[in-house]
């Protein structure tokens, strides 16, 4: 029997913040709270079904009365770090947009609800990753009992460069292109040396512009 507020202690509960005591299992506002006044002065005999609104176990003696504890889950920030490099640890050129918002609040053991993207030319957003690389969406269920930051992750886009002789003429087996990622060397995709074997009457093969007609 409980005859002094002290009896009713407070648990912990990673995640949740206890509120206090219900005398409902299903209760979810604590009518008994820790460190208040909640004594019980009355003796309980064998065929007392009630105290106030305390429900009493008569089949035990003395008789019980159960107590259920009431949890609240605990809601944090998670905030959004567009990130300054790519998957291959090269730095971004340009910066991302800003995402919409910038933190959520979030529900311990609650999905995280709708994330908001970011975008930046070149690159293609992977989604967002916590601390330890693990992919988080919009149905990931957050389990932390503290705030957290999330990173965007970048894929440069793949490109085709083509090779126009610009007059002359390729040589034989030479490559007409090449597929390589934003951001990248020429000579780092499916070519790995730029052709060099080109003919034209009357001139030198000075090597490759992004201009046409350009001069070397």
């Keep these: 029997l ?9 648990y912990s509960l990673i995640g ?7 005398t409902s299992s299903t209760g ?12 019980l002065n009355n003796t309980l005999s064998l065929n007392t079904t009630s105290l106030g609104n305390l429900s009493v176990d008569n089949t035990t003696t003395p008789p019980t009365i159960n107590l259920y504890g009431v949890w609240l889950a605990n809601q944090h920030t998670v905030s959004f770090n567009v990130n300054s490099v790519d998957i291959n640890n090269n730095a971004l050129v340009g910066t991302p947009s800003t995402p919409n918002p910038t933190s959520i609040n979030v529900t311990f053991d609650q999905a995280y609800g709708t994330l908001p993207t970011t975008s930046l030319a070149g690159y293609t957003f992977n989604g967002w990753y916590d601390a330890s690389n693990n992919l988080v969406t919009n149905e990931s269920k957050f389990i932390l009992d503290s705030n957290q930051q999330l990173f965007a ?14 007059g002359g003429v390729l040589g034989q087996d030479a490559p007409t292109s090449t597929t390589i990622n934003f951001n990248s060397a020429y000579g ?15 001139y030198v093969f000075k090597g490759w512009s992004t201009v046409q007609d350009d001069t070397l």
């Design 2 to 10: 409980l005859n002094r507020s002290s009896d009713l202690v407070a």
């Design 16 to 22: 949740y913040t206890f509120q206090g005591w219900s």
């Design 28 to 39: 979810s506002t604590a009518t008994l709270a820790t460190g208040t006044n909640n004594t």
């Design 153 to 166: 992750r970048w894929t440069p886009n793949q490109v085709t460069v083509n090779f126009n002789s610009n």
């Design 188 to 202: 780092s995709g499916s070519v790995t040396t730029l052709p060099t074997n080109l003919t034209r009457a009357g």
